[in-house]
Each structure stands twice: as structure tokens, then as C-alpha cells.
């Protein structure tokens, strides 16, 4: 068993004293800020996902305070992270896909990550992985004090070899989206695995599991020891010899600050507002608009308030005992077959399978 295995089973000792232990599902740790905010300094979590015949999902979650795994059903994984499906983070977070492949869906766009990519992102990027493929990725809560941290250090630096002029890119993004610049920017950085890079690819892997031995077992000086290899990391990624890096910038501030608030008023209409509502609301052509919602979702604004209207049906089927009808009177739908068509659309069956196929699911983690 390597030590990525390990941490999905290990509970030890933190040098806070605080020992983590299973817990029912009732009383699992869940984050209390839908955001996600990072509480520490610096957190590791680890992802395993056997979709072939496993309806759970396995989650490591490492930080200086504790060490915590469970495994929870993929249906209730939004319950569980205490977030909807795309998220942001109130820190920088580096994903890693150790094992296998990963779709990601980033901004409504969905991306394939292969085995050994990196995706660095910034605090204003909509993210959520999918569960539909085998993987083991691990997701690097990275806030601003430790960038600051780990580049302000560059300057006590005692050898002049160490300071790689390759770094500058990924510096860049980090200063570019530091607290004082970031604003509504949405950055990330796909760093893509070569297929020849076969001894960087398993270098890579020592890496981060010598960051768990760092996470898991006390002693001294690990705290210089997880920013020394967080610094490797960034300098192999930035390596063209043995990755493609592909920066991506979603779109311009004034137009992320406009999707923004279509995406607000989207959440808060249940999906249910029109071109012209919107038009009206933000005092915009309503073709601007959707030139607008098309670039950063690919759909155009029909399409996108229905993918919010879908979601909001499933969370009344999931959280509520109301009627089909209710649901429908609640989301402003007066025709049942017409609501019943979108819906398997979406999810490939009626509201009423889909919420018997729930009860189905809880009764079998109860």
C-alpha cells in the first residue's frame, strides 16, 4: 500500500494533539463556508473514485490540525463538501491526477485531465470534478500567505542556481492574482504531462508522497520541508522538456463581472429569467448578454437558465417532500409533460424514478 493509499485509511496524531476517528455520516466534519475557505495554511485533500460498480467516493482530507477520511455516496457529495456543483475557493488550489483520468467541469466547459496533468487555478474560476471516470487526484489548498510565503523566500535564497527564470510564469500568475490585483479575473494553468516524460512522471509521484509522510507524521522542520517540495513541484511543472503549459484567461474583468451577476440573478430566479428580464436588470443589449453567456458557459441564455432551473428541481426532489406539482408550481412550470421532457433531458429519467432512486441510495448507506 504507497502512502496516497494510506492517507485514505490513517488517522494519526497531529502535533496539535487532535486525533480524528470515523464518525457517523450525521456527524462527518463538513466545511461551514459554502465557499470552502481554506481554515489553514495549507491542506491537502485525495480523491479516490471507482465508478464501476462503486457508488462511493473515498476523501483524505490532511491539514495541520488533522487528518480525516471517509466515504460518502456520489449523489450526496454537494451535502458533504457543503457546496453546489461548480465551486470557487477563497485560495489558490493546484489539482493533481495522480492515478487514472479526470473530467473537470471549469466555467461549464467540461476537460479531460490525463494521468500526471496538473490544473492551477485562481480564486474566481467555477470548478467542480466529475465522478464518471476511475481516479486519484489530489487538490492543493494553497492561500495567499503561503504564496507570499514561498516567493517572498526566493530573496533569501543561498545558492544562485536556485532561482529559475522558467518560474516566472507561474509567478506572474500568482502576483497577477494576488489579493491586491485579483479582482474578477479568471486564470488557470493546465500543465499537461508529455507521454515521453516517463521519469518525471514517477519523480512526481515521490513528491507527493513525501508531502503526506510531511502531513501525516510529526517532525521537525516539516513545515520547511512541505514549502521546499511545493517549491519542486512548481519548478518540474514549469519544465517544457516535460510538460505543456497552457495558461488560459476566461474571458475580460468587465465581462466575468457581468456573468457574475447574470449567474446571481440566475440562482436567485431558479433559472427563471429571460433575455429580455436580464436586459432589462443589468442594462445591456440582450445579444451582448448572450454573446456574454455563451463564452463563459457555452450555452446560450435559455439554455443556462434551464441548467439552473434542473439543478434547483433535483435539490427540491433531494431536500423536500413536496409533490411533482409543487416543484413545478415552485419553478414557474405549468406544463407537466413539458417539465417532465427537460428533466430527462438532463438526468435521463422522470422526477419521480429520480427521487425513488434516491430514497433507494440512502437506504443503502444508512
Do not use: W
Amino acid at each position: 500500500m504507497n502512502r496516497m493509499q494510506e492517507a485514505q485509511v490513517t488517522r494519526n496524531t497531529s502535533s496539535h494533539g487532535t486525533r480524528v476517528s470515523s464518525t457517523p455520516a450525521s456527524e462527518e466534519y463538513q466545511p461551514e463556508d459554502k465557499s470552502m475557505q481554506a481554515f489553514h495554511q495549507v491542506q491537502l485533500i485525495i480523491e479516490t473514485v471507482r465508478p464501476n460498480g462503486d457508488p462511493r467516493l473515498k476523501v483524505a482530507m490532511l491539514n495541520p490540525d488533522y487528518q480525516y477520511d471517509t466515504e460518502v455516496p456520489k449523489a450526496d457529495t454537494d451535502s458533504v463538501f457543503g457546496r453546489t456543483n461548480l465551486h470557487q475557493h477563497s485560495f489558490f488550489e493546484l489539482v493533481y491526477v495522480r492515478q487514472g483520468n479526470m473530467y473537470q467541469n471549469i466555467e461549464n466547459r467540461i476537460h479531460l485531465y490525463s494521468e500526471g496533468s496538473f490544473c492551477l487555478m485562481n480564486q474566481n474560476i467555477h470548478h467542480a470534478e466529475l465522478f464518471s471516470t476511475d481516479y486519484e487526484a489530489v487538490f492543493f489548498a494553497l492561500p495567499q500567505q503561503i504564496i507570499e510565503d514561498l516567493f517572498s523566500d526566493e530573496r533569501n535564497q543561498y545558492f544562485a542556481s536556485e532561482k529559475d527564470p522558467d518560474l516566472d510564469e507561474i509567478r506572474s500568475f500568482f502576483q497577477n492574482n494576488g489579493e491586491e490585483n485579483k479582482k474578477a479575473l479568471r486564470e488557470y494553468i493546465d500543465f499537461v504531462l508529455k507521454p515521453e516524460a516517463l521519469k518525471e512522471k514517477a519523480a512526481m509521484i515521490s513528491r507527493f508522497e513525501a508531502l503526506l509522510r510531511y502531513f501525516l507524521i510529526s517532525s521537525p522542520g516539516r513545515t520547511f520541508h512541505i514549502k521546499g517540495t511545493l517549491m519542486e513541484i512548481f519548478t518540474a511543472i514549469v519544465d517544457k522538456n516535460s510538460y505543456d503549459n497552457i495558461p488560459i484567461n476566461v474571458g475580460t474583468e468587465q465581462e466575468a463581472k457581468i456573468f457574475d451577476r447574470i449567474s446571481d440573478i440566475m440562482k436567485t430566479t431558479h433559472g427563471r429569467a429571460s433575455r429580455s428580464d436580464l436586459s432589462c436588470a443589468l442594462k445591456y443589449d440582450g445579444s451582448y448578454l448572450n454573446d456574454i453567456v455563451k463564452k463563459y458557459s457555452g450555452l446560450n441564455i435559455f439554455g443556462y437558465g434551464t441548467l439552473y432551473t434542473m439543478r434547483e428541481a433535483v435539490s427540491l426532489l433531494t431536500h423536500t417532500e413536496l409533490s411533482i406539482e409543487e416543484i413545478m408550481s415552485e419553478l414557474d412550470f405549468s406544463n407537466r409533460t413539458h417539465f417532465y421532457k427537460i428533466f430527462r433531458e438532463y438526468y435521463g429519467t422522470t422526477p419521480c424514478k429520480y427521487r425513488c432512486m434516491l430514497k433507494s441510495a440512502s437506504r443503502v448507506f444508512d
